[in-house]
C-alpha cells in the first residue's frame, strides 16, 4: 500500500515557475514508477511526466506539451517525487496528481495503481 500526498501548487503567473512535491509512505516506494499527470476543467486527465526505478536509470518521459520546461526527479531517501514546472503558461492550469505504478513505465492513467489527492495549479496571464 503507498499513500501519496501532493503540495506546491497555487497561482503563478505565466512565465513563472513553481514545485510540486508528492510525499509517499511505505517502504517500497523505490520500487515504483512514479508519474505527474494534470486534469483541467472538462478535459481528460493526462500524463505530464515519468520516472523510473533507480534499477531502469531513473529514466524520465514527459508529453510533448512540457518537454524543455518541466523537471521530474525523485529523492528515494525521502520518499518524495519532485515536478518543476518553470516558463509556465495559462494552459498549465489544472488539478496535478502523481501517481504510483508498479511496472516498467506507462503514460496511460490506467495502469497506475496509486494516487495522491491532487494540487491545484492556477497560472494567471
Known amino acids: 500500500q503507498v499513500q501519496l500526498v501532493e503540495s506546491g501548487g497555487g497561482l503563478v503567473q505565466a512565465g513563472g515557475s513553481l514545485r510540486l512535491s508528492c510525499a509517499a509512505s511505505?517502504?517500497?516506494?523505490?520500487?515504483?514508477?512514479m508519474g505527474w499527470f494534470r486534469q483541467a476543467p472538462g478535459k481528460e486527465r493526462e500524463f505530464v511526466a515519468g520516472?523510473?526505478?533507480?534499477?531502469?536509470?531513473?529514466?524520465?518521459n514527459y508529453a510533448d506539451s512540457v518537454k524543455g520546461r518541466f523537471t521530474i526527479s525523485r529523492d528515494n531517501a525521502k520518499n518524495t517525487v519532485y515536478l518543476q514546472m518553470n516558463s509556465q503558461k495559462p494552459e498549465d492550469t489544472a488539478v496535478y496528481y502523481c501517481?504510483?505504478?508498479?511496472?516498467?513505465?506507462?503514460?496511460?492513467?490506467?495502469?497506475?495503481?496509486?494516487w495522491g489527492q491532487g494540487t491545484q495549479v492556477t497560472v494567471s496571464s
Open positions: 501517481a504510483a505504478y508498479y511496472g516498467w513505465g506507462s503514460s496511460d492513467p490506467y495502469d497506475y495503481d496509486y
Open positions: 511505505g517502504r517500497t516506494f523505490s520500487s515504483y514508477y
Open positions: 520516472i523510473s526505478t533507480s534499477w531502469s536509470g531513473f529514466r524520465t
